[in-house]
C-alpha cells in the first residue's frame, strides 16, 4: 500500500516549508476533481489516483492539524496555509506544547473520572509560580547538607528537579520510572543526589498541583502521553476532528509529539512533515529528533537536495567544518569571510559597531540585511552594540531580548506606588525608589511627528526621548529627601510645604507632585473602605492614570506593561485556588510583599504576547545569540559572528537541561560519558556552521578578541576559522 504521508528531508532554507505547504495544497486540489467523495465510498466505487483518505470523508468537516517549533514558526505557518488555501478548510496552528495543554484542558472532565480528581478547573502554573510553589514544599527537606551534595544553590537545585519532570514527560516517561531511569544514567556518581530521593519530590510536588488543580508544562504533557493518548474516547473524537496533519521542523519535538503523529496515521490520518538533519535547536531542552526521524519509515520519504540559494553554504561549508575538526589542516578561507581581531573584548565590541555603521552608511548593505550573532549575549555586549549602532541612527532589534521586568524604571515606579497605598509594605520602599517613583510618574508623551516616514524612521530610544517630564532627577531627589516619612507600616508623603525651601522646587514640579499626592491619598481611602478589588486594579488605575494618559507608548514599554499586568493576574489566580483548597493564615498583605520579592528577584521577563510588534518587520540591524536566531528561521546577507573565541559555541548558545541525555529514547537511562559530551559538542558544532552559512547569502565576518570579558585567553573551536581568514581588520586598519 502506498503511503500518502510525506517525509520532507532537507537543510535550512531549502524549501521544505514550502513543500510542505504545496502538499496540502495538492491535496485539496485532489479533493476537487473527486466531488463525489462520499457517494463513492457509499457505492462502493473504487477510487482512483492518488488521493488521501480524508479528502473522501469530508461530511464529518474534519480539521487540519499545523504543529510547528515555536510560537513565530507557527503564526507564520499557519498564516500562510490560510491564505494558499483562501481559508477554505479548517486549519488549527499551534506548538507541541501547546496542543497538548489545550487538549488536557478541554478534556479535563475526562481526566477527572480516570484519574479521581477533584472537579475544579484547571490553572496553568508559569515556570516562575511553579518554581516558588515547589521551593516552598520541598524547602524542609532541602537541608543545608543536601545543597551541599548538589553544589548548587537551592533555586538552581529546584530548577533542576522540575526540569527532570518536564524532561521525562517529554520522553513519555511516567513520573513513577524517573528513579529507575536516573539510577542507570548516574551508575555509581556518588557526587549527585539519590534519585530515589529526586523521584519522591517529584511525585509529592505533582501530586500536590493535581489536588489543587494547577497544571505546569511537564505536568501537561505527563497527563496527555500517559492517559489522554490510551484512552479509546479521547482518540475517537481526536481522530474525527482531524483528518490531517502537518508538522514543520520535527527535528525540534519532544518524543511524545510521534506518539501523537502514530496514532493519527494508525486511524487513516495523512501526514506531511519536514525534518532538518542540520537542525535540532533544541536538543537538550526536551527534543528528540532521532526518535522523531524514525517516522519516516511510515512515509513517503521526499529530500530536498542541493544547497539553499543565495547562501555561503556550498562555499563554505565544507571548509570550515574541515578546519573545526581538523585544526592542523592548513586551508584559507574565501574574501567573503572576513575577521575583526582586537586585544580586549571593549574594543571588539566597538570595532565590531563601528564596520557595521561606516557599511551601512556607505550602502553597501541596510540595517536590515545584518545580523550580530553571539554564543552569549551579556549587558555589557547588548548595551555596547545597540549604544554605538544607535547614536548613528541605525535601529537594532534584539530578538526575543527577555530583561527583567524589575529593570524597567517604570515597573519599579508601580511596585513602589503599590507600597506606597497598602499598609505593612513600608519595608520595600526607600527614598531612591521614591524619588524614581516621582520622575516616572510626572512624565508626559510629547505629540508625536505627523509625518508617516519620520515615524517609521523613530527608533524605541527616539521615542523615549521624546518623553518630558515634569519633576526632574534633582527636584525629585530633594521632594524625597525632605517630603517621604520612613515607617514600616504606613510610609507617607508630605505635602510640597514641609520642604522649607519649596519655591525651588518650581510651579511645574509642584504641581505634579500635588496631583501624584492627592491620587495616593485617594487610592488609601478607597482602599480602607475596600473599594480596591484588588491590586491588579490599583495598578491599572496608576497606567491609565500616569502613563497611558491617551499616548502612543514605545512597544517596549507597552509589552512590559503588559507582561506585569498579566502576571500579577496570574499570580493572584494561583494566590485564590491555593486559599480555597487550605485557608492559611497570613499576615494581610503577606500576598503583595512575595509578589514585588518575586519581582524584584528578576525571575519574570518582558514577553507578553504579541512578541512582536504589529505591522511589518522593523529595518533595523539585528542582534541574537546563536539559540535565538536560528529558532527563528531568519536569514541576512551579512553575518557578524561575535566573540568567534568563545568556547560557548560549542554548547549552541544554550545550556542543556540538568539530566536531558538520560531521556533521549535511543539511550534511555544511558550514562553519559566524557566521551559522549565530546561527540555531541562536535556534532552540535557542525550543525550550527551548517545551518548558519545556510542563512548567509554575502559576508562573514569572525570577530574574535583574544581575552574573555573576565580577562581570560578565548580559545575556542571557532580559533582555526579565524586563524584561516585572508581579510583582518584590526584596531589599526579602523583607527
Known amino acids: 500500500m502506498v503511503s500518502h504521508s510525506v517525509w520532507i528531508v532537507g537543510t535550512s532554507r531549502s524549501g521544505k516549508t514550502a513543500r510542505l505547504v504545496e502538499q496540502f495544497c495538492n491535496w485539496v486540489t485532489s479533493e476537487k476533481q473527486y466531488t463525489e467523495s462520499f457517494y ?237 538533519p542540520d537542525g535540532a535547536v533544541r536538543l537538550g531542552l526536551g527534543a528528540d529528533p532521532n526518535y522523531l526521524e524514525g517516522l519516516a519509515e511510515r512515509c513517503r520519504v521526499e529530500i530536498l537536495n542541493g544547497p539553499p540559494p543565495e547562501s555561503l553554504s556550498e562555499q563554505l561549508t565544507k571548509q570550515m567544518v574541515e578546519l573545526v575538526t581538523s585544526p592542523m589542516v592548513l586551508l584559507s578561507l574565501p574574501k567573503t569571510v572576513h575577521s575583526i581581531q582586537t586585544t580586549s573584548r571593549a574594543q571588539l565590541l566597538r570595532q565590531t559597531a563601528e564596520v557595521i555603521a561606516n557599511a551601512i552608511q556607505s550602502q553597501q548593505v541596510q540595517p536590515e540585511e545584518v545580523a550580530i550573532i553571539a554564543p552569549g549575549l551579556d549587558a555589557i555586549a547588548r548595551y555596547t552594540l545597540v549604544e554605538i549602532l544607535v547614536k548613528q541612527n541605525i535601529p537594532v532589534e534584539s530578538l526575543n531580548d527577555q530583561r527583567p521586568l524589575i529593570s524597567s524604571p517604570v515597573i519599579r515606579a508601580l511596585l513602589t506606588m503599590l507600597a506606597l497605598v497598602y499598609p505593612g509594605l513600608g519595608r520595600l520602599v526607600d527614598r531612591d525608589a521614591v524619588a524614581e517613583m516621582l520622575v516616572v510618574l510626572s512624565r508626559k508623551q510629547q505629540p508625536p511627528e505627523n509625518s508617516t516616514d519620520a515615524m517609521n524612521r523613530v527608533s524605541t530610544r527616539d521615542a523615549m526621548n521624546r518623553v518630558s517630564t515634569n519633576i526632574d532627577p534633582v527636584r525629585a531627589g530633594l521632594i524625597a529627601d525632605y517630603c517621604f516619612v520612613p515607617h514600616p507600616d504606613r510610609p507617607n508623603l508630605l505635602p510640597v510645604s514641609a ?137 541576512h546577507q551579512w553575518h557578524f559572528w561575535l566573540d568567534a573565541g568563545s568556547p560557548l559555541w560549542a554548547k549552541g548558545g544554550a545550556a542543556t537541561l540538568f539530566g536531558a541525555p538520560f531521556f533521549l529514547r535511543d539511550r534511555l537511562g544511558e550514562p553519559w560519558t566524557a566521551e559522549d559530551e565530546k561527540l555531541a559538542e562536535e556534532q552540535r558544532l557542525q550543525r550550527i556552521l551548517t545551518d548558519l552559512l545556510s542563512r548567509v547569502s554575502e559576508r562573514v565576518y569572525l570577530c574574535h578578541s583574544d581575552l574573555a570579558v573576565n580577562g581570560q585567553e578565548q580559545i575556542g573551536p571557532l580559533l582555526p576559522l579565524v586563524n584561516a581568514c585572508v581579510t583582518v581588520i584590526s584596531e589599526s586598519t579602523v583607527n
Not at 53 to 73: I, M, S
Not at 167 to 195: D, H, M, V, W
Open 40 to 276: 463513492t465510498k457509499k457505492t462502493g466505487r473504487k477510487k482512483t489516483g492518488d488521493v488521501p483518505e480524508f479528502l473522501y470523508l469530508k461530511q464529518t468537516e474534519p480539521g487540519v492539524l499545523v504543529l510547528a517549533a515555536n510560537d513565530d514558526n507557527r503564526r507564520e505557518l499557519g498564516d500562510i496555509i490560510v491564505t494558499s488555501t483562501l481559508g477554505k478548510y479548517p486549519v488549527r496552528a499551534k506548538t507541541p506544547l501547546g496542543f497538548f495543554q489545550d487538549e488536557v484542558i478541554l478534556f479535563w472532565p475526562l481526566l477527572i473520572n480516570s484519574l479521581n480528581l477533584k472537579a475544579q478547573f484547571p490553572v496553568r502554573l508559569r515556570p516562575e509560580t511553579e518554581q516558588e510553589l515547589a521551593t516552598k514544599l520541598w524547602r524542609p527537606q532541602l537541608d543545608e547538607e543536601i545543597l551541599r551534595l548538589a553544589g548548587v544553590n537551592e533555586s538552581r537545585l529546584v530548577r533542576r528537579i522540575l526540569d527532570l519532570l518536564q524532561l521525562a514527560a517529554y520522553s513519555g516517561i511516567p513520573c513513577e520510572n524517573i528513579a529507575q531511569i536516573l539510577s542507570k544514567g548516574f551508575g555509581e556518581n556518588s557526587t549527585t543526589l539519590e534519585p530515589e530521593f529526586l523521584a519522591s519530590l517529584l511525585l509529592d510536588w505533582r501530586n500536590w498541583c493535581l489536588e489543587r488543580g494547577l497544571l505546569t508544562y511537564g505536568i501537561i504533557t505527563e497527563l496527555y502521553s500517559q492517559h489522554l493518548l490510551s484512552d479509546r474516547n479521547y482518540q475517537q473524537h481526536l481522530t474525527k476532528r482531524y483528518q490531517a496533519v502537518l508538522a514543520d521542523d520535527v527535528d525540534d519535538y519532544p518524543s511524545v509529539a510521534r506518539l501523537l503523529f502514530e496514532l493519527l496515521l494508525d486511524r487513516g490520518a495523512v501526514g506531511a512533515f519536514s525534518y532538518n
Open 499 to 635: 520642604f522649607e525651601r519649596w519655591d525651588r522646587i518650581g510651579y511645574a514640579a509642584t504641581t505634579a507632585y500635588s496631583e501624584i499626592l492627592q491620587w495616593l491619598e485617594q487610592q488609601r481611602s478607597q482602599q480602607e473602605l475596600r473599594l480596591i478589588p484588588s491590586p491588579i486594579s490599583l495598578l491599572d488605575r496608576a497606567i491609565q492614570r500616569f502613563l497611558w494618559n491617551g499616548s502612543n507608548l514605545p512597544y517596549e514599554q507597552l509589552a512590559a506593561l503588559r507582561e506585569l499586568l498579566e502576571t500579577a493576574q496570574h499570580y493572584w489566580e494561583i494566590d485564590t485556588r491555593l486559599r480555597q483548597i487550605a485557608p492559611v493564615e497570613t499576615m494581610p498583605y503577606t500576598t503583595i510583599i512575595e509578589f514585588i520579592q518575586l519581582l524584584r528577584r528578576g525571575t519574570i521577563t518582558a514577553n507578553a504576547y504579541p512578541v512582536r510588534p504589529i505591522g511589518g518587520a522593523r529595518k533595523a540591524v539585528t542582534l541574537a545569540t546563536i539559540f535565538q536566531y536560528r529558532s527563528s528561521r531568519r536569514s
